[in-house]
């Protein structure tokens, strides 16, 4: 028989040929490892080796062995690793599972001999899925967005703009992953811990609202080249300035919209939660407290304006004031 003689598929393999059952719903996670490609070849095979490893120690540590004792459709991607779920498990992988990843892994690299340093992107997703023990499970849209928001822009750039002895896990939830797990009440984190923002990915065609979280934070997390535009805009003035800002740098006339939200943390994310039109943001705790850290000129690339103001800059007075 050659491969012209194939026999054509069954309709029943065909889309929209007929209803059938929808496969079932899985959890996926999905962690890549920072500038893998950027380290020398001899050291790829190590780093490789170490993800699964890490990952195994993490849940194990976790309490959610059985979660990975149990994963679906597991598969290596070199510099990554991803698989399937039972969902019941996400509000865990959210808390405490992520926070655990962020301390293995410290612990990690500040042991690993060598040149080694792991810092790992992580996507976590829910769809329905094939999952029958077959080759080819696992495969299908909720798969191809997990990968897709591991390769967004927002939580690449979080992790890059973190300090990389400080920082070692960045996370991006989808938002039905958010709106079921978080949202709903189900996790141990306060929706007020992440942060939401617009999930795009350069030469792709992707662009989803998902959710930022960073159990150790370090840096400026409201930079617009992770935030976005239209989450840090109204951060400025009416006429585009901070209070008390030169007005040199910026044209006349621009106005930005200013809608005034406190947010505050217990050292990890502060989040408004969907933020439309504008925020101002405050931390109103921590090594930041009362302190104006987010200012700065255009830069292309990413679509928004670069963070070159001082970290250090001292607002006078009530720290949880905001000028309108």
């Not at 896990?169 to 984190?189: E, F, M, N, P, W």
């Not at 400025?236 to 943390?265: L, M, N």
């Not at 000129?297 to 103001?309: A, H, K, N």
Request: hydrophobic share 30%; glycine share 12%.
């Amino acid at each position: 028989m050659t491969e012209f003689d194939q026999p054509m598929p069954e309709a029943s393999a065909l889309p929209y040929s007929r209803s059938r059952h929808l496969p079932p719903y899985r959890g996926i996670v999905a962690v890549d490892a920072k500038d893998f490609t950027g380290y020398p070849a001899i050291e790829h095979g190590v780093i490789s080796k170490s993800v699964p490893e890490v990952l195994q120690w993490s849940f194990e540590r976790a309490g959610l062995a059985e979660v990975w004792q149990e994963r679906r459709f597991p598969n290596s991607t070199g510099d990554g690793y991803v698989f399937g779920f039972d969902p019941a498990w996400m509000p865990f992988l959210i808390h405490p599972w992520l926070n655990t990843l962020q301390e293995v892994l410290t612990e990690f690299n500040v042991h690993s001999v060598g040149t080694v340093r792991i810092r790992l992107r992580v996507s976590l997703h829910i769809g329905p899925l094939p999952d029958e023990g077959g080759e080819f499970d696992g495969n299908g849209t909720p798969r191809n967005d997990t990968h897709r928001l591991l390769d967004s822009r927002p939580v690449k750039a979080m992790l890059a703009a973190s300090n990389e002895s400080i920082t070692h896990v960045a996370a991006i939830l989808s938002d039905r992953c958010y709106q079921d797990a978080v949202a709903g009440g189900y996790t141990g984190r306060h929706p007020d811990h992440f942060i939401e923002v617009p999930a795009t990915v350069e030469g792709k065609r992707f662009d989803q609202q998902a959710w930022l979280y960073v159990p150790t934070p370090s840096g400026n997390l409201y930079d617009r080249r992770i935030l976005g535009d239209a989450v840090v805009a109204e951060q400025e003035g009416p006429d585009g300035r901070k209070p008390g800002e030169p007005r040199a740098g910026r044209p006349e006339g621009r106005r930005a919209p200013r809608t005034v939200v406190t947010q505050r943390g217990d050292g990890s994310n502060l989040n408004s939660g969907t933020v439309h039109g504008g925020q101002s943001v405050t931390n109103a705790s921590g090594p930041y407290a009362g302190r104006d850290f987010v200012r700065g000129d255009s830069l292309g690339g990413f679509g928004g304006d670069y963070v070159t103001g001082n970290k250090g800059d001292t607002v006078h007075g009530d720290k949880n004031e905001h000028h309108r």
